[in-house]
């Protein structure tokens, strides 16, 4: 298997422009995970999904970030409009109902 | 809530020298306990895990036993090696009884390890 497969692997945007991750998880996971890695704050749990359908998105720090899983097999986080707080190493994890959670290996996201 | 506590790095050890990083956790549950290593420019990945008190875990000569009278999962390695260094996180998860939950994160200690 290939693994969770994320892209892009790095993004430079300007402040005030949209931002798409995308995410393609392990085939056959039904959870998925989005997380959030800053030096200040460590890995922080955004979101997750089961079944394409979302859990508990209480991590998600603003409006400005939506998320969606329109399939098995893929899902965007979406920020609109960026600031540059929001730079930070994105991750993508997915388990298939069992405890450990495979990583993706991260979208690298710079706002100037 | 739940919460990782791990001693901050970054820490620097010679080749072939003991290694332990602690850490201690706070759960309302029976949590599950993770180790996962970060090597740089990459993702996570899961080094062990104990599911249960007194379990450990064990993996490329890494070890980690559940301690619940003392809450706490500190990584060990009796012979640390150059190709050790990197970032290692301390994770908790309340998996179970028909639930899922996302992974509580330590802060990561930064390994270094010099030849």
């Known amino acids: 298997d290939a693994g969770v497969i994320q892209s892009p692997r790095h993004e430079v945007t300007e402040m005030g422009q949209e931002v798409t991750l995308r995410c393609k998880p392990i085939?056959?996971?039904?959870?998925l995970f989005w997380y959030r890695q800053t030096m200040m704050r460590g890995l922080e749990l955004l979101i997750y999904f089961n079944n394409n359908v979302p859990i508990d998105d209480s991590g998600m720090p603003e409006d400005r970030f939506s998320a969606k899983m329109p399939n098995a097999s893929f899902s965007t986080l979406k920020i609109q409009p960026s600031e540059p707080r929001d730079s930070a190493v994105y991750f993508c994890a997915s388990n298939g109902g069992e405890e450990t959670q495979y990583f993706g290996p991260g979208t690298r996201l710079l706002v100037l | 809530g739940d919460s990782v506590t791990q001693m901050e790095g970054p820490v620097t050890l010679s080749e072939e020298a003991f290694l332990t990083i602690n850490c201690t956790y706070t759960a309302t549950g029976y949590p599950s306990l993770f180790w996962y290593v970060q090597y740089p420019g990459e993702g996570l990945q899961l080094l062990l895990k104990a599911t249960k008190a007194d379990d450990k875990g064990s993996n490329k000569g890494f070890e980690a036993t559940y301690r619940k009278e003392t809450t706490s999962f500190h990584l060990e390695k009796g012979s640390v090696q150059v190709s050790d260094s990197a970032v290692y996180f301390c994770a908790l998860s309340e998996w179970g009884g028909g639930g899922a939950d996302g992974l509580t994160f330590g802060k990561g200690t930064h390994l270094i390890i010099q030849p």
């Open positions: 085939s056959g996971h039904d959870y």
